[in-house]
Every structure is written in structure tokens, then in C-alpha cells.
Nanobody, 124 residues
Framework: QVQLVESGGGLVQAGESLRLSCAAS????????MGWFRQAPGNEREFVAA????????SYADTVKGRFTISRDNAKSTVYLQMNSLKPGDTAVYYC?????????????????WGQGTQVTVSS
């Protein structure tokens, strides 16, 4: 079992940056593949980024590639999402998620543990 708590969301203007954090507690953090997803009003929850257990492998949605960076610090049991050049279309609730062994890191159903989410709002 792992518990996840996101932080770092807020209201920013287009072009600005934010860094989200997700602190984990419970079972050994390094045993989890970590992902970030987001959900805008009226939309399905969608994949944003994922990072492997040791951090060597990362993947991104095309919509954020080149602007967002996922990283993790296993010593601090924390995963981060650095978001640069934010756009109004990035407005959503952002969730971190954990999986022991996802078959597809971009598939929501492969993650068994979720945080409560943090709101990111980007104004134009």
C-alpha cells in the first residue's frame, strides 16, 4: 500500500511555470512506477507523464512533450512534474499515480494508487 499526496498547483498566466510534487508514504517508494495524469472538466482523465522505478525511463503525452519534465527522488519518496510554457489548455486537476508493474505506463487502469489531485489553472 502507498499513500500519495500532491501539492504545488495554483493559478498562473500562460507562459509561466509550475512544479508539482507528489509525496508518497507507506511501502518502499522505489518499488513503484509513477505517473502523472490530468482531468479537465467534462473530459476523461488523461495521461501526462510517467517515470520508471529508478528514473531511467520516462514517457510523455505528445501534448506536453518538450514542456513538461517528470523526475523522482527515491530518497525523499517524491515524484515531481516540472511544467514550463504553460497554456490555458493545461488547466486541469493533476493526479499522481503509482503502479508496481504497469504493462502500459500511459494506461490509467494500470495504476492502482492515486492521490487526491491538485488544481492547475492557466489564464490567457
Amino acid at each position: 500500500q502507498v499513500q500519495l499526496v500532491e501539492s504545488g498547483g495554483g493559478l498562473v498566466q500562460a507562459g509561466e511555470s509550475l512544479r508539482l510534487s507528489c509525496a508518497a508514504s507507506g511501502r518502499t517508494f522505489s518499488s513503484y512506477y509513477m505517473g502523472w495524469f490530468r482531468q479537465a472538466p467534462g473530459n476523461e482523465r488523461e495521461f501526462v507523464a510517467a517515470i520508471s522505478w529508478g528514473g531511467r525511463s520516462t514517457s510523455y503525452a505528445d501534448t506536453v512533450k518538450g514542456r513538461f519534465t517528470i523526475s523522482r527522488d527515491n530518497a525523499k519518496s517524491t515524484v515531481y512534474l516540472q511544467m514550463n510554457s504553460l497554456k490555458p489548455g493545461d488547466t486541469a486537476v493533476y493526479y499522481c499515480a503509482a503502479s508496481t508493474r504497469p504493462l502500459s505506463p500511459d494506461r490509467r487502469s494500470d495504476y492502482g494508487y492515486w492521490g487526491q489531485g491538485t488544481q492547475v489553472t492557466v489564464s490567457s
